[in-house]
């Protein structure tokens, strides 16, 4: 058995686009689980009861995510040929929701299955992210890599996208940070979105590229407060960063209202995660507040609101 967690943006969505940092933390308390057992009957199984799915592995479509886990990992160890087994596979992390469920549960599958095949040892977060990034082809088309490396090393990464090759970064926490990540329960287009911040750049660069390099250095002074401990520092670079956001446009009505509400709950800082328009947002508290702002995000309409702890 094996397990991977989730992810979020924390710091620098669409800035990050062109050029400018972001920052992705691993959601720990919301993980994805696989289970890889011996079977009686002849084949490979399996089975992913949140997704009603269970079948062989001949059976798969080529294009199957599952599928494509197990030949990566058959090819990357040499094996010519498989032993039977049962692979299953679930996951707390909402699927299709922004926050990793894809590459969460590909990373559990690379280690449960290296377990299984006796070759733990070449299970580094290294080689579970090289295998992820490959299955993450199938789900993106052409991942950025912020997923498979947060989810396969645990650690925040600083991320700058780049022609040649993205410099993807992982580093340590000072001191915890403790995080709520509520849904406004409205579905939005990450391409839309996207699309629209570029047709606004192109009508209006200046204006774009200053809001773009304020979220780069807000990205950068969130990197040095983590790093050294700064809790404090976080909140109020939460708060710049989502208004850089609104006038960008991509926030929401019901965006705004949640981040509003975590704020006067008692919050030391809010903001979107992700392409906005809807989705997610996140709010920094301290563990007394954490019940309060907890409650009146529900109260304000989140669908629901995830607790994780970085540390």
Known sequence: MATAPGKIILFGEHAVVY????????????????????????GIRLIAPDLGQDMLLSDAPPDDPLAAVIRQVQTAVNLPTLPDMTITVSSQIPVASGLGSGAAITAAVVRALAEFLGVSHLATPEWVSTLTYEVEKIHHGTPSGIDNTVVAYEMPVYFIR?????HIEPFTVARPLHLLVADTGVRSSTKIAVGDVRRQWQENPVKFEALFDGCGRITQAARAAIETGDVAALGPLMVENHALLQEMTVSSPELDRLVTTAIAAGASGAKLSGAGRGGNMIALVTPEMETVVHAALLAAGAKRVLITTLA
């Not at 972001?22 to 993980?31: D, E």
């Not at 780049?162 to 993205?166: E, V, Y």
Request: hydrophobic letters at 40%; a positive charge; zero cysteines.
């Open 19 to 42: 050029g400018r940092p972001a920052i992705a933390i691993p959601l720990t308390q919301l993980r994805a689980t696989a289970v890889v057992a011996s079977a009686t009957q002849p």
């Open 162 to 166: 780049q022609q040649r090759q993205n």
